[in-house]
């Protein structure tokens, strides 16, 4: 626990290092919904980051698969790895994992959840928890949340 704390204040200390000297950057997601049974839904997640983006990511809430079809990362995240994924690659996010991320090639990097939630945005708020950063400042918090909500989609399926 001790290390999964002192990685998460990492991770903050980098994101409002980050914001307080480079641009909000907006990359394309995809989203797209397979039906199943009992109203449940595949939900897939796919986002298109270029070379030279750091990102810090929300903290996953359930396990899920994902996969790097294109590019490669490197990446440090609060359960203790720290890797270089290379595409292709397939892998399990664990819940409670926060990464932060350096993107070293064009990356195109998807994940797979299980939902009953067909829209994008409620899907995201059911399947991860916030991170309060206490080093960002009000003004810094609401870019952000702009941002996030203005993210542009290539393609909803349903």
């Keep these: 626990m001790i290390q999964e704390?002192?990685?998460?204040?990492?991770?903050?200390?980098?994101?409002?290092?980050?914001?307080?000297?480079?641009p909000l950057v907006k990359y394309p997601i995809?989203?797209?919904?397979?039906p199943y049974p009992d109203g449940w839904y595949l939900y897939e997640r796919t986002v298109h980051m270029a070379k030279g983006t750091l990102l810090?990511?929300?903290t996953h809430a359930v396990e899920h698969f994902?996969?790097?079809?294109?590019?490669?990362f490197a990446v440090i995240d609060t359960l203790g790895n720290k890797v270089v994924i290379?595409?292709?690659?397939?892998?399990?996010?664990?819940?409670?994992?926060r990464r932060l991320v350096y993107v070293l090639e064009d990356i195109i990097f998807t994940t797979y959840l299980m939902t009953k939630k067909t829209d994008p945005e409620e899907v995201v708020a059911a399947t991860t928890r916030p991170n309060?950063?206490?080093?960002?400042s009000e003004d810094t918090k609401l870019a952000l949340s702009q941002i996030r909500s203005d993210m542009p989609?290539?393609?909803?399926?349903?």
């Design 153 to 158: 989609t290539i393609k909803e399926l349903t």
């Design 5 to 22: 704390v002192e990685v998460n204040d990492l991770i903050d200390a980098c994101e409002a290092d980050a914001l307080a000297r480079f």
């Design 86 to 97: 290379k595409a292709p690659a397939r892998g399990i996010t664990k819940p409670d994992t």
């Design 132 to 136: 309060e950063n206490p080093l960002l």
């Design 30 to 34: 995809d989203h797209a919904f397979i």
């Design 56 to 58: 810090t990511s929300a």
């Design 66 to 72: 994902y996969n790097l079809s294109q590019g490669s």
